[in-house]
């Protein structure tokens, strides 16, 4: 996230800073300027949606501007829209579900 922020102060592909304070010191002690760092679970609130990590669309735009920068799927997190994920591990997990049951009562 701090890669494309305007306070950033980047060395490369380093993000040093963060209007002069080191970005470790930001992150930890959630001062974003922007107020974009990850709640306690890894959420992170960007574009009115709330994100597992850093934002998908975010890991691609500072990969395709910078091939060098880490590719988006290595990044810690998947940068999924988190109801989204979480709606596809509910239904997923009942059609998971039915599928044992199903085949239980078959064998039966």
Same mark, same amino acid.
């Given at each position: 996230?701090?890669?494309?922020? /305007? ?78 994920? /979480? ?22």
């Amino acid at each position: 996230m701090c890669f494309g922020c /305007e306070h950033a102060d980047r060395k490369g592909l380093t993000v040093l800073s963060c209007e002069g304070v080191p970005i470790v010191h930001r992150i930890t002690a959630g001062q974003c300027p922007l107020n974009r760092h990850p709640d306690p679970a890894g959420v992170v609130k960007w574009a009115g949606i709330r994100w597992l990590g850093v934002p998908y669309p975010l890991r691609l735009w500072a990969w395709l501007m910078h091939p060098k920068h880490p590719r988006p799927s290595s990044i810690r997190q998947c940068g999924c829209i988190k109801p989204l994920k /979480e709606l596809w591990i509910s239904v997923t997990r009942k059609l998971s579900l039915r599928r044992v049951f199903k085949n239980r009562a078959s064998l039966h």
